[in-house]
């Protein structure tokens, strides 16, 4: 190329000057991939769409089911009872010619020491229980009553109906004296008094 240019000067003839270098183009650099918040969405939407997800997610939840229902078919009942016999102190506890409401909220019955109901000092407990509807009365100290907010019903303190829609007396359940000295109630035994079940020893604790 070089001998080509001379010998064209010598030979007189018009060279054409040498162009400068073109320099290197730079490398463009690799474009960075942005994860867009756009495209994100698109990815996740495009992958729980797909029949295989909606299969599998389908699956996963019947599954899921049918592990609970077995589960609570197998596991024992949780929701415990309070036992029915329970101890409630001592007959100088009960004073004369009272109700008694400490184990009303917490067991649903009341303590009466009365001699009201035939003439002779008992102990009994009567459950809090209205026998119309079964909503739960009030005693009443100042009218010396049992009343019921639902309906209108009232019980003497013995436990007999004499006023509302109430059909029959409260029923009362078990009460024994121990060998121990201490009362203890038992629920699981009722006594009617329209049935005559009053009667019952069980049913009572004779005072003195
Ligand atoms: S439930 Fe007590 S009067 Fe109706």
């Not at 295989?52 to 592990?67: D, L, R, Y």
């Not at 101890?87 to 001699?115: F, H, L, M, Q």
Request: aromatic share 10%.
């Amino acid at each position: 190329m070089v001998a080509a240019v001379k010998e064209a000067q010598q030979a007189g003839k018009p060279v054409a000057p040498k162009l400068p270098a073109q320099p290197a183009k730079p490398k463009l650099p690799v474009k960075e991939q942005k994860v867009t918040r756009r495209s994100f969405w698109q990815m996740l939407s495009s992958v729980t769409i797909s029949p295989f997800a909606v299969a599998w997610t389908v699956m996963a939840t019947i599954g899921g089911v049918w592990s609970l229902a077995a589960a609570r078919f197998l596991m024992p009942n949780m929701v415990r009872e309070l036992p029915s016999k329970f101890k409630v102190g001592a007959i100088s506890d009960y004073p004369p010619n009272a109700v008694s409401e400490k184990y009303t909220a917490s067991r649903g019955v009341w303590i009466v020491n009365t001699d009201q109901y035939n003439g002779q000092p008992l102990l009994y407990s009567l459950l809090a229980i209205c026998t119309h509807l079964g909503c739960t009365p009030s005693w009443l100290s100042g009218e010396q009553k049992f009343k019921c907010p639902c309906h209108g019903s009232g019980f003497y303190i013995t436990g007999i109906n004499f006023e509302g829609p109430a059909p029959r007396p409260l029923e009362r359940v078990g009460l024994t004296l121990g060998a121990d000295g201490l009362l203890e109630v038992d629920k699981s035994l009722k006594f009617q008094e329209e049935l005559g079940q009053w009667s019952d020893p069980k049913s009572y604790v004779e005072l003195g």
